[in-house]
Structures are given as C-alpha cells and as structure tokens.
C-alpha cells in the first residue's frame, strides 16, 4: 500500500498537470466535499432510524455494511418513492455552498488540473459554485444524459452518477446503485460505459469519498485497475487514516494507487520506546491513571483524539500550489457582472433589446468607476483591506495573518473589524499545521476585539472565545505551561459569568485543561482544586455538555488521588460519577460512566482485590453491552479485556479465554480503529493464555491471525500488536 502526505500529493499532481498535454485527472468528490451544509450517509441514517422508530419500524438490516445500512434504513423510514423525494429535497434545496464546493469550483475555473468532476452526491452546490463564478458548464444527472460528456472536450463538465435531488430518477437504494453498474445494452449509453471512457485516459483524484462496494464509481476503478497501470497515478484523499483499512485489497494493493492520509504532526506525536522483549502478560494501561489517559485524550494535555484531512485542506493546498488568482467576482464585482451581462447577449441589436439590457450594463459600468472613485475618497481603508481579502481566497492563509500585523485595526470601524475577526478565525482554522501561525492568527482576533466598541456583535464575542480557547489548547499542546495556565485564566475570568452554554463549556473545559496542567507539573492538590471547581459550579446544572464535564472533572479528580497515594477518597469519587450518572441517556456521560466502573476496576486491582475488580469488570460488561454507541462498545471491549488479564493473573486462563473470545466474536468486523485495537489485544493475550496452558500449536495460530489481520494497518496501535505477535511466535518456535 502506498500511504503519503498531503504535500507530497500535490507536488505529484501539479509535475504532472505541468507535464502532460492533455488533462491527466478528473476528480472525484463525494459527501465530505459538501460538510456542513449537507449531513453524512450515517447521519442520515441515524435521522431515518428516528422516523422509522416513530412508525414502530425497527427491524435491523441483514448486512451491516455501510451501503446496506443506508438503503435498508432510508427505505424504512420513507418506503414511498416520492417520500424518499421529498426527504432529499428538504435536505438540499437551498442550503449554504460549502467552502470545499467553492475551492473546488475556483480550480475549475482555469482548468489547470481538469475539467471533470464525477460525483455520487445529489446535491448542487458545485453547479451553484460555478454559477456564482460565472463559469458555463456541461452537466449529467441520468444514464439517458450520458451522451452529453466527452472527456476530450475542453468544456467544464459535471457527472452525477446517481441522479441530483431535483428529479427521483436519481438512484438512491443498494438496487438502484448497483443497476447503474451494470452491463450497457445494446441501445443504451450507461454510466458504466461513460466511467469507463474517462477511466481509459485519465486517473481520479478522490476527494470526501468513501467508496461503497457495489457503487457505479468503485466498479469502473475495480474494472480499469484489474486491466493493468494507469498513465497516472489515481490519489485518493483519506479524511482519517483508519479508513484505509475498511478499502478492499484489489484497491489497497494496487501499486498505481496512492492514498493521501493526515499525518500526526511532530507536537502532538509521542514515540513509544520500542522493546524485543516478549510481554504476552502485561497490559500498559491498567491503572487508573492510564486508563484515564488513554480514554481522555481530547481533553488531557491537550491531545486532539483524531488527525484528519478535510476536503477545503486539500483543495486549499492545491490552489496554493498552483497560484490561482482569486476569480474576477470577488476581485472586482462590478467588472465581473457587466461582462456577466455581455456574455447573456452578444451582439445584441437595439431593436432586440425589449428589456433594454444595454442599458443595465452601462448603468453597472457607471457604477464600477463610481465605487473606484469613493474608495480613493476613503482614505483607501477599504483598498488596504483588500490584500488580506485576495490572500484568503488564493488560500495564503499565512500571508493573509501577515497583512493584518502591519494594518493600524486603529483607523478600521467596528463593522470592518467584525468582518476581519471572522475572516481571522477562518485563516487560523486552515494553518492548523502550523501552531505558530495559528497562535498568531488568534493573537489578532483578540487584540481586535479588544478595541471593539459595545456592545460586541453575539458571532463575534463567540469567534473571540473560539480563538481564546485555541490559543491556550495550543500553548497547551505545545507544553508552554506557564503562557497557557495564562491562556486558560483570561477565558475563565472573562466568560465565567456570560449564561450562553457554549461559553460556559468552555470554561468549564478551560478549569479541567488548567487542573491537568497542575497534574503535569505535579501539583496534584492544585488540580483538585480545578476539579472541584467544576463539580462545584456546574454539578445542578441542566445541561448535558456540562454534566460532561462534571464526569470528566470527577474522573481527573480519582487520577490526581492516585497520584498522591489517597487510595482510601478515590473510590468514593468514582462511586459518586457512577452514582450520580448511572441512569443518564446521554451516550457522553454513559461513556464516562462505564470508565469510571473500568477505572474502579483498575483501583481494585492496584489493592490487590481481583475478585471485586473482576466484578467491577462484570458490571461495565453488563450494563453497556447491548449498547450500539462506538464510545460505549470500546469501553465494553476494554473491560473484557481487563477482566480476562486479571483472570489470566489468577491463572484462570481458561475463564480469560471465555472473555478473550467474547471481543474476538463481537467487535472482529468493527470498522473502528480503537475496537480493533481491542480485538487485537484479545487475541494476543488469548495466545499468551493458551501459551501457559502449553498449547502451543493453537497459540501460534492465534498469533498468525494477528500477523495476517493487521499486518497491512497503518495504525500505530495495530503494529504494535503485530509486532508483539511476531516476538512471541519466534520465542515459541525456539522452545
């Protein structure tokens, strides 16, 4: 498998759009590409769940594939054709153009990398991109409009393999997805045929796609890639690196495809000391500290818990690198409509003008030099803005951030400078590769909303929070503890009082951010005095996310115990976290919960109490089960894991093994990077079980499955399992 980054993607793409002739790439773009405006497959399928819940209408799919759960729950839920209609365009119809769509568009414009777009999704905000840019396109939305796309025609040209929204013809189902990749007939010009052609000479950049089996899109590459080498390599863009493993081997394996996976940035990246020492007994993580830890990390040390690469990253990048200018519309609007207008009706005779257009054009151009003219009256503010506003759209976020240092915000009034901090917290959003630049980024929001005059605009006390709190999480994540602690106390002090929830998480996140910071430093009696703060001020509160925070404080408050050896108080604060949030719906407090009875677990462990620890296990076990909430199934997993390790210590291997299997049965086809970790582990220490039951035969069975399972994961995790699995069949295969 060929896994690089994101630099080193384009870099290929542009040495070859600069080397070849003729277009070498179209692209392909799915759901991601849409985000926010328009919700995922499987939150789609979580709201179709609800209807069909409504009409008592509950009945799992046989498969649990993605397609399938998708086709099974939405015909649920609307089982009439023209109510799966209706639900679509409700969906669509006038929703915001996503950022991703008008970056994607603003490629387009110059064909540099290609002119052609294939796309499953049904919406339009790509054809509403180019509208906007004023660019002519050819579109197919039906097998029957097929015909109308010639991959060697220069024109920009949009494919909708499933249909859009606008008309039902559009195939929405597992069946109707799959007649799209069928054979063509004899009379007939088919979306399989039409991939097919542009498959011939050109290779797909992927982009917010996750590739279902069966769709018209994945079975015209399966088709071209079993035929031999591309002329150019196909790049598909992962928004996380686990979805790698969920792509079928003809794909993975292919040696002309490249896939494109966020890569973990050397602040956040903590390398594991490797040993070659055998350790089929030990578990890293069973105290409670680890455990809190590992199950905590988008709150503790600032530790994101996943690293993506989203569709506007990509697609910012490329702009970049290829240097586009930013299109006519927002360079000089007036121009870009007169022309617009030109364009609508050339060589218009007066006679034939009965809307007197012409005169609509000149107006707008009387217009264009009058604007010229009150910007050079305005002490030119507006003209000294504009080269921050080019550097946004040309996507040089860096620069944009470089503009604003040397402005004087001084001679800007309120409305301009509102404008420039939500423009700010955009550019710091997409130099999250770069803590320096988005520290500085953030650093001018605040400076400008420290001149804002009141009262200060809602979205602007919300974006200057935003920033505030990225400051200090940085700071933070950067282990600059002091200009942090800093950080965090300003963002206390300043929103403790406002009632908005959104800010008062913040605060209470900013309190827990701050007690860990006190735990790094081993100041364990000041980080319970965080902790306790937070149970203090928000523990009657009605509000879900702060009762979230509630746990975690009660959590972070029995690790900080651990630390000063108070064994005899932390299980009183776990007892009160279960207690208090037992009987919760909220899956993000159920989750906490069932860490709290694992940590419990933990405790009694450290005491050398097995057998109440094992029943702590038991009641994790048995209360979360049956949940279907991905948190909730890692907590289960963990805790049978837990709980078979325990029972190995006993030399109860056999009653292990029972727990071992138990993951093994249940979580091997989770898709879930964390849950096959778990699986993993299971089998690892099954073998290990079997080993001290002098099976060896069975146990080196056990470690092959590891080895041939997860050998290909690009996951840190996962590798080290494998790795663990071959140390131990080599230290067999030497008795």
């Known amino acids: 498998m060929n896994l690089i980054d994101l630099e ?74 023209v109510q799966r209609q209706k639900y679509l365009r409700n969906l669509i119809e006038d929703k915001a153009i996503s950022a991703a769509n008008l ?63 606008q008309f039902y013809d559009c195939c929405n189902l597992a069946g109707e997805i799959q007649e799209r990749s069928k054979n063509p007939s004899a009379d007939s010009y088919t979306m399989r045929a039409l ?12 982009i917010g796609y996750s590739g279902w089996e069966g769709d018209v899109i994945m079975a015209a590459l399966k088709r071209r890639l079993s035929r031999g080498a591309l002329p ?35 602040h956040e990246h903590v390398q594991t000391e490797e040993t070659n020492e055998p350790r089929p007994t030990a578990l890293t993580s069973r105290t409670p500290k680890k455990a809190i830890e590992e199950s905590n990390k988008n709150l503790v040390s600032g530790t ?56 609509v054009i000149d107006r707008v151009g009387r217009a264009a030099e009058h604007e010229r003219e009150i910007i050079e009256g305005q002490a030119q503010i507006e003209t000294l803005l504009e080269p921050f506003r080019d550097a946004l759209r040309r996507s040089k976020y860096r620069e944009a951030v470089q503009i604003i240092y040397k402005l004087d915000t001084k001679v800007l009034n309120d409305r301009q400078r509102c404008d420039l901090i939500s423009s700010l917290w955009d550019a710091a959003l997409a130099l999250n590769d770069s803590p320096d630049d988005v520290i500085d980024a953030c650093e001018q929001i605040l400076l400008l909303g420290e001149i804002l005059t009141q009262p200060i605009p809602k979205s602007s006390v919300h974006t200057i929070a935003n920033a505030l709190f990225k400051k200090a999480y940085i700071l933070q994540k950067m282990e600059r503890w ?75 408050e029995a690790q900080s115990l651990y630390e000063l050896e108070r064994y005899d108080e932390i299980l009183p604060a776990l007892e009160q976290s279960i207690g208090k949030y037992s009987d919760s719906p909220e ?75 138990q993951v093994i049965e249940k979580y091997s086809d989770s898709a879930e990077s964390a849950l096959q970790e778990q699986v993993a582990k299971a089998l690892i220490f099954k073998g290990a079980s079997l080993e001290a039951l002098e099976e060896q035969e069975e146990a080196t069975a056990i470690y092959n499955q590891v080895i041939e399972r997860f050998s290909n994961s690009p996951e840190p995790a996962l590798k080290e399992q494998v790795r663990q699995a071959r140390l131990n069949t080599e230290k067999i295969s030497e008795l």
């Open 8 to 81: 080193t993607a384009v870099s290929h793409i542009h040495q070859s759009c600069a080397d070849e002739e003729i277009k070498p790439f179209f692209f392909v773009v799915g759901a991601g590409i849409s985000l926010p405006s328009i919700p995922l497959a499987s939150q789609i399928v979580d709201a179709c769940k609800n209807v069909a819940a409504k009409w008592k209408r509950d009945d799992e799919p046989e498969l649990q594939n993605a397609s399938d759960s998708y086709s099974h729950w939405f015909q649920l839920a609307y089982p009439q054709r």
């Open 103 to 165: 970056r994607l568009a603003h490629l387009l414009l110059d064909k540099q990398i290609t002119n052609l777009v294939v796309t499953p999704n049904f919406d339009d905000l790509l054809a509403r991109s180019l509208n906007l840019f004023g660019a002519s396109y050819v579109i197919c939305d039906h097998p029957q409009t097929a015909e109308r796309i010639d991959p060697e025609r220069n024109d920009l040209q949009i494919v909708h393999v499933h249909g859009t929204y």
């Open 195 to 206: 991939l097919d052609n542009i498959l011939l000479r050109r290779s797909p950049l992927v």
């Open 232 to 266: 150019n390599n196909l790049y598909w863009f992962c928004y996380r690196r686990e979805h790698i493993a969920a792509f079928p081997n003809w794909l993975t394996d292919h040696p002309n495809v490249c896939f494109v996976g966020p890569v973990e940035k050397s």
């Open 304 to 359: 994101s818990v996943e690293i993506t690469l989203s569709a506007q990253e990509i697609l910012d990048s490329l702009v970049r690198s290829f240097g586009l200018e930013a299109p006519l519309l927002t360079r000089d609007p007036l121009k870009f409509f007169a022309q617009y207008l030109r364009k609508s009706l050339p060589q218009v005779r007066d006679q034939d003008d009965l809307y007197a257009i012409g005169s």
């Open 482 to 556: 002091e200009e942090a602690i800093i950080a965090w106390d300003q963002l206390i002090i300043k929103y403790s009082e406002f009632p908005a929830i959104t800010l008062q998480e913040k605060v209470a996140t900013a309190l827990l951010k701050k007690g860990w910071i006190f735990h790094e430093l081993k100041h364990h009696e000041e980080a319970i005095k965080m902790y306790k703060q937070i149970v203090e001020k928000y523990s009657d509160s009605p509000e879900t996310v702060l009762h979230v925070r509630v746990a975690n404080a009660l959590l972070f």
């Open 587 to 661: 899956t993000d407090i159920q989750e906490q919960v069932a860490l709290a009875m694992r940590c419990k677990g933990y405790l009694l462990i450290e005491l050398e109490r097995q057998a109440e620890a094992i029943t702590a296990f038991d009641e994790a076990i048995k209360k979360f089960i049956e949940f279907s909430a991905t948190e909730l199934k890692e907590q289960v997993a963990g805790a049978l894991v837990e709980k078979g390790s325990t029972l190995f210590e006993l030399e109860f291997f056999e009653e292990g093994i029972a727990a071992y299997d």
